[in-house]
């Protein structure tokens, strides 16, 4: 049971990771868009998008892992995150084919992923804090 507990722990550690590289690809990707109308005018902007949709769905995605190892009430030691929202969104995006909504992704990416990053990285410190505080503890027995 101590070996499942930490092997969970390390793969949500390595999923969250997977998360802030997909935050940060976003904020790179998206650094110079001022509107979703810029995806929008051009090919390149559409395919942009598409990528960007994908990196959203696969933040959902990611979230889900997360609580479904260490469950629900690890992932509320941020609760100013709508932890179920985003992982809606995953399955809005993976299942809504052509009725993705441009405006809404543009506001995730350009209001929602700073203060999620910030979430990520506190839960990345946590999980560290726990792992940390499972060597003392078996260690003293």
Not at 99 to 125: G, H, Q, R, T
Request: hydrophobic content about 45%; proline content about 2%.
């Amino acid at each position: 049971m101590a070996l499942e507990y930490s092997e969970n722990m390390r793969l949500a550690r390595e999923t969250l990771l997977n998360i802030k590289r997909a935050i940060l690809m976003l904020q790179e990707w998206n650094e110079g868009v001022e509107s979703a109308d810029e995806w929008l005018s051009s090919t390149s902007g559409m395919q942009k998008l598409a990528g960007n949709a994908m990196m959203v769905e696969v933040i959902g995605e990611e979230v889900r892992k997360v609580e479904k190892r260490l469950g629900a009430e690890f992932l509320n030691q941020r609760p100013e995150i709508p932890w179920r929202e985003v992982m809606g969104m995953r399955n809005h995006i993976a299942h809504g084919y052509f009725d993705i909504n441009e405006l809404y992704v543009f506001s995730v990416i350009k209001n929602d992923l700073a203060p999620l990053l910030e979430a990520i990285d506190y839960l990345v410190s946590a999980i560290d804090t726990m792992m940390i505080e499972k060597e003392v503890d078996d260690h003293c027995e």
